[in-house]
């Protein structure tokens, strides 16, 4: 199994922004890609993830796995990001733990979500 | 294929409560499985979403469908939140259009993720 990381791309983290300017979720999308992504972690973009007043937000989620949402984030994040989603792909259940978790995933978790009931 | 609807029970809705003190999100749950749960979902009481400072808070999800997190809801909300699950029930994907939506979920959305890819 793959671990998938969506980035909102259309967000605009609260901004006023002119038309064309770059919103800050596309900067952080284009900044994660243009990083190493850690083994067993899909980047994929998403346009709009309903988080709107607590962008950029990122989620991610693999099946069998609890699915977390986090948010208020920036392309400065991209390091401790790609740290987490490494240690959310090594888990077994998406439950990393507390002390193993970058500081952004303790402090800025939007949502959780109990993994999919799939034999229902 | 079963819609989950996912209750936290643990959410003290920002509140400062005594340790024995009935939890917001104890009450919405009780609230909502005491009501009759609309065809094809089911009501799961799960300790903490992670969305404690916007809750109490429910989650939407169905293997194949589009996963949504809610918050700031109370008791009083039940009847919209058991509308709007049936709506989601319904759904082929989980995008119930906007105006067939409660206005409680078009307006206290936390966050959206997109279906799982369960064939990488």
Not at 41 to 61: D, F, R
Not at 86 to 96: E, H, R, T
């Amino acid at each position: 199994m793959t671990t998938t990381l969506h980035v909102c791309t259309t967000c605009r983290a609260g901004e006023v922004l002119e038309e064309d300017a770059p919103r800050p979720g596309a900067q952080l999308h284009a900044a994660l890609t243009q990083a190493d992504a850690p083994k067993g972690v899909k980047i994929v973009a998403v346009e709009c993830l309903s988080a709107c007043s607590q962008g950029a937000a990122v989620a991610l989620s693999e099946p069998g796995k609890w699915t977390y949402v986090y948010g208020r984030l920036t392309a400065a994040d991209t390091p401790d990001i790609l740290a987490g989603a490494a240690a959310y792909a090594a888990s077994g259940d998406g439950l990393v733990p507390w002390r193993e978790r970058p500081v952004i995933f303790r402090k800025q978790s939007l949502a959780r979500i109990p993994p999919m009931e799939t034999n229902s």
